[in-house]
C-alpha cells in the first residue's frame, strides 16, 4: 500500500477478480487511483485549506464525534502541498511495463533482505500463520513490496496530504475527506506518532495502511496496548493478515502459478474470467512452468496473458483476489505472488517478458478503445485502462485479421488498427 496507486493495505475492496484486473500502477490497500485533474485556481490564502472544502471536513468530523476544537488544533493553519497535486496528475499519463514494475519490486536484494527477517521474526511469522492462516512468505513479500521491510514507511504529514486531496482532487473529494476523519481519528486516540506521517496519498505504517483501513482491521500482536503499525513490524504483519483474512484469504492455498501452454493453444480461453479446475487446464495441455503436474487438480483457477503469447502465462488462483483487494493493480499482485515464491526460495520466471515493447500511454489506450468500438467490438468506456472487456475486444479484432487472439495491447497493435480504413 504505497502511494501513487496503491492501497496499500488499504484501499477499497473491489467486486471480482475480473473488475480487479484493471491497471498496472500500483495502489495502497484503501486508496483510489487519482484522477486526472488540473488542481482548482487558488482562491484562498496559501496558509489554510479553502474555506467550503473546511466546512466539509469540519462537519464529517462532527459526524465521528471528534471534539471541534482538537481537529482546529490540528488543522488549522494546514497549508495545501501542491506538489500532491502535481502529483496526481502525473499518475495516469503513463503506465510502465508490467516487468519494469516487477524488475523494480523483486530484486535480489530485497529477496535476500526478505529471507533474513524471516529467519530474525521467525517466531512471529509462526504465530501470525497459526492466527491467521496466511502464509508468511506472502505476508514477507507486503512488507517488501510496501515499505522495503519498513525503510521507506514515508515521510509526509499524513493530515496535509489528506486535506491537499479532499480539497483539490474534486473527482473524489469525498473519498479523502474520510480518510481525513479517519486519520483525526488515530491521532486523537494516540496509537501513532504525533504527527502521522506516511505517504503522499495517506498510507501508512510497515505495510502502509489508509487510514480507514487501519481503523478497520489494525490488531494490537505484540500486546502493548496499542495498535502501532508505524513502530511495530508485529502489529502491522498482524493487521496486514487480518486484511488479508477479512478479503477472503484461503488459508493452506497458494495465489497461483506461472505455466506453461502447448502448442496451438486457443488464446480465446485466456479471458481472465472464466474458472476451470486445474485437472480441465491440464486436459487443455497446461502443465506448470516447473514441474511436471498439477498439485491439487479440483482447485480452481483463471488463465491470464499480460503481455500476451510473448510473455509469461499464469493460472490465478482464488487468494490473488485477496492480494488485489489489498492493491487491485495486477503488476501490484504479481510482484506481491512473485516476491513470495522468490522468499520461498523458488526461481524466477521460467519466460521473459517482450523487454522491447513500450507500454500505450493512457491517451494512446483510449485511441485504441475509440478504433475497437468503432470497428463493432466493444471495448467498454474509452477510460484509458486495459481491462477484460478491452483485451476480449483486441482478441475479437484479432480474430478477425488473422492475428494471434491474445489480447495484448502494444504500440504495434495500436499502428495496425490505425492503418485500417
Known amino acids: 500500500m504505497r502511494d501513487g496507486t496503491r492501497h496499500r493495505g488499504g484501499r477499497t475492496a473491489r467486486a471480482g477478480l475480473a473488475a480487479a484486473l484493471l491497471g498496472l500502477a500500483p495502489w495502497p490497500a484503501g486508496a483510489q487511483t487519482p484522477a486526472e485533474q488540473?488542481?482548482?485556481a487558488a482562491t484562498e490564502p496559501a496558509d489554510r485549506l479553502p474555506a467550503a472544502c473546511r466546512a466539509g471536513i469540519d462537519a464529517g468530523a462532527r459526524a465521528a464525534g471528534l471534539d471541534p476544537a482538537r481537529v482546529a488544533a490540528r488543522l488549522d493553519g494546514l497549508a495545501p502541498d501542491p506538489a500532491i497535486l502535481a502529483a496526481t496528475g502525473a499518475q495516469a499519463e503513463f503506465v510502465r511495463p508490467i516487468w519494469a514494475y516487477i524488475d523494480a519490486a523483486v530484486t535480489e536484494a530485497r529477496v535476500a533482505d526478505g529471507q533474513a527477517r524471516l529467519r530474525d521474526l521467525a517466531p512471529t511469522f509462526a504465530a501470525l500463520e497459526e492466527r491467521y492462516g496466511v502464509d508468511r512468505h506472502i505476508l514477507a513479500a507486503f512488507w517488501g513490496v510496501e515499505s522495503n521491510y519498513g525503510g521507506g514507511m514515508g515521510e509526509a504529514p499524513v493530515l496535509r496530504s489528506l486535506a491537499t486531496l479532499a480539497c483539490g482532487d474534486g473527482a473524489r473529494a469525498g473519498y479523502w475527506r474520510d480518510e481525513l476523519v479517519a486519520a483525526l481519528r488515530i491521532a486523537e486516540a494516540?496509537?501513532?506518532?504525533?504527527?502521522?506521517?506516511?505517504?503522499?496519498?495517506?498510507?501508512?505504517?510497515?505495510?502502509?495502511?489508509?487510514?480507514?483501513?487501519?481503523?478497520?482491521?489494525?490488531?494490537d500482536f505484540d500486546g502493548d496496548g496499542r495498535r502501532d503499525i508505524w513502530r511495530s513490524a508485529p502489529d502491522a504483519l498482524a493487521s496486514t493478515a487480518q486484511y488479508l483474512r477479512a478479503s477472503g484469504w484461503r488459508p493452506g492455498e497458494g495465489w497461483g502459478q506461472e505455466v506453461a501452454l502447448p502448442a496451438g493453444f486457443d488464446y480465446a480461453l485466456a479471458d481472465e474470467t472464466t474458472e476451470r479446475s486445474l485437472a480441465e487446464w491440464a486436459g487443455l495441455g497446461l502443465r506448470p512452468a516447473r514441474g511436471e503436474r498439477f498439485a491439487d487438480a479440483e482447485a480452481q483457477a483463471?488463465?491470464?496473458?499480460?503481455?500476451?503469447?510473448?510473455?509469461?502465462?499464469?493460472?490465478?488462483?482464488?487468494?490473488?483476489?485477496?492480494?488485489?483487494?489489498?492493491?487491485?493493480?495486477?503488476?501490484?499482485?504479481?510482484?506481491?505472488?512473485h516476491l513470495a515464491d522468490r522468499l520461498r526460495g523458488e526461481p524466477g520466471f521460467s519466460r521473459d517478458w517482450p523487454r522491447g515493447d513500450r507500454a500505450l500511454t493512457v491517451f494512446e489506450i483510449r485511441d485504441l478503445q475509440t478504433r475497437l468500438s468503432e470497428r463493432g467490438h466493444a471495448a467498454g468506456s474509452a477510460d484509458g485502462k486495459i481491462g477484460p472487456r478491452t483485451r476480449a475486444a483486441i482478441r475479437a479484432w484479432q480474430a478477425t485479421i488473422g492475428l494471434t487472439p491474445d489480447g495484448y495491447a502494444d504500440p504495434a497493435l495500436l499502428e495496425r488498427i490505425r492503418a485500417e480504413r
Open 302 to 337: 483463471v488463465l491470464i496473458l499480460p503481455a500476451g503469447a510473448r510473455g509469461p502465462a499464469f493460472l490465478l488462483r482464488p487468494n490473488f483476489r485477496a492480494i488485489l483487494r489489498y492493491n487491485t493493480a495486477l503488476a501490484y499482485a504479481l510482484t506481491v505472488g
Open 38 to 40: 488540473a488542481p482548482p
Open 190 to 219: 494516540g496509537d501513532g506518532p504525533d504527527p502521522l506521517l506516511g505517504s503522499w496519498a495517506g498510507a501508512m505504517g510497515h505495510t502502509q495502511f489508509m487510514p480507514s483501513v487501519y481503523l478497520a482491521h489494525a490488531v
